[in-house]
């Protein structure tokens, strides 16, 4: 789920970013320092959406930046167990597929893709035996949250699953009304 978030902060403002005006000082060491960043209680930042209240400047001895107390908005992904989620199928290995949900990739095995029986092609793709349905890289899909893992903060894990009504390709769910 995308979230806008109000933060306050201090950030130092380099002297390099002295010529520029200061709401753009700041929104540019914003964007250094939360573009990217991940964490369980925010998730991934996305991008900073605004920028409220700068205080006054103030300048430590021997360094030379300003700092300033700002507060701001900033736009992040936080998934959500049972959450359905729109994404492209970026590639199809054997085992499963990587699913492309915007800020981050999510993991769905072979065996939560359909239901159905399915095989991996010579061309990439995945086929049910029986409803002869194929996926292959591209695809617009639905899938659901089903496993989420912040063990390894560099390398968040996300499960997916589409076996269920109205998950996976949207000429699916057509099919199964």
């Not at 092609?121 to 029986?130: F, I, P, R, V, W």
Request: glycine residues 8%.
């Amino acid at each position: 789920m995308f979230y806008n978030i109000t933060l306050k902060d201090t950030i130092r403002i380099d002297p390099k970013l002295f010529d520029l005006p200061l709401e753009e000082a700041v929104l540019k060491e914003l964007n250094v320092r939360y573009l990217g960043y991940v964490s369980q209680e925010m998730g991934i930042v996305v991008g900073i959406s605004s920028v409220g209240e700068v205080s006054e400047g103030k300048i430590i001895p021997e360094d030379g930046a300003t700092y300033h107390q700002v507060s701001f908005g900033i736009v992040t992904f936080i998934p959500e167990m049972k959450e359905v989620v729109l994404g492209i199928v970026r590639k199809i290995e054997e085992f499963g597929v990587f699913f492309d949900m915007g800020p981050i990739d999510g993991m769905i095995h072979i065996s939560q893709t359909m239901d159905d029986f399915v095989s991996f092609s010579k061309d990439n793709a995945l086929q049910g035996k029986e409803s002869k349905r194929v996926l292959k890289s591209g695809d617009l899909c639905r899938a659901k949250i089903i496993a989420i893992s912040f063990k390894d903060i560099e390398n968040i894990k996300i499960g997916l699953t589409m076996r269920q009504p109205t998950l996976g390709k949207p000429e699916w769910a057509k099919e199964e009304a």
